[in-house]
């Protein structure tokens, strides 16, 4: 079965208005910091990285029906389970049943507010030159892949113009399969509205994306 992320959503038709929400308004029920913090919790302790995590929510089958924080909870379910850290009987009974399997690092409580600070880190050393330069016009990709990628489907084989080179990061499309960091340059190519909306775009609209090297070939 073909990969399929439910995530993709930028650019597809919806039937229901896009409400924006105050700013500073981060949770709307009581359970969502905790599920917020078992999650930034688990993550810390190597067993798997963020990229897999995205993964996971995006093939989630009811992530279009789930609110936020409930995908999060579901594809941390789904991580566990995988990984042989929550069995089927516990997550029926809500509580542990067995021995706690071991895990390379344990992020305690009084190491949370540095490791917020320091965050993950994607950038690494250049190991190659770029590929591209400011001002290059590019072409994205056209066809799909059947593995989590940060290019969206609205941007698939679309014309643009790098406006920015952001060193190697880690690439994501590879790091979510489990095959290593295979860092990758970085750029900030911007897109007229129209070649991504066509006659739908409002007019002087250009949306700006992150692509990998890979991702981009030269515009004929």
Known sequence: MSYRSHADLGGRPNAERVQ???E????????????????????ATGSWNIDMSRAARETLP?????????NW???????LAERGLLLPDELAAGRALHPARPVARV???????EALARGSPTERPA??????????????RAQHVDHHTRLPGYAHGKRGVIEGVQDMHVFADRHAQGLGEQPQW???VAFGGSELWGDD???????ALDAWESYLEPAA
């Open 24 to 43: 500073g308004e981060l949770f709307h029920a009581a359970w969502e910091p905790r599920a917020l913090a078992v999650t930034l919790a688990m993550g």
């Open 73 to 79: 909870i579901g594809a941390l379910e789904k991580l």
């Open 127 to 140: 190991t190659a030159p770029a590929r591209f330069r400011l001002g290059d016009a590019v072409r994205t």
């Open 201 to 207: 775009a409002a007019p002087g609209l250009s949306v």
């Open 107 to 113: 992020l305690h409580a009084a190491e949370v507010p």
């Open 186 to 188: 970085l750029y900030r």
């Open 20 to 22: 924006p929400e105050p």
């Open 62 to 70: 009811d992530y279009g029906q789930s609110s936020y924080y409930r």
